[in-house]
């Protein structure tokens, strides 16, 4: 499982840095999540596409309001 780190960590490998992503198993991850020390990473996930924006010539013109004079 993928997951955040959101201390720093020295394991067997070395030092894990604040903010890495890294893949942890079994015994070490479920202690990292109940200590606090790294929270599940979730991938961002694409965005939508945009509707095309509407442009002066799309658009219909407005009406126009005008004083009447007396």
Request: no cysteine.
């Amino acid at each position: 499982m993928k997951v955040i780190l959101l201390k720093d960590v020295f394991s067997v490998d070395g030092w894990r840095k604040e903010g890495e992503i890294v893949d942890l198993d079994g015994k070490e991850l479920r202690h990292y999540l109940a200590v606090e020390i790294a929270k599940p990473y979730e991938e961002p996930k694409s965005k939508e596409e945009k509707a095309p924006k509407k442009t002066k010539e799309a658009k219909a013109p407005a009406k126009r309001t005008t004083k009447k004079r007396k």
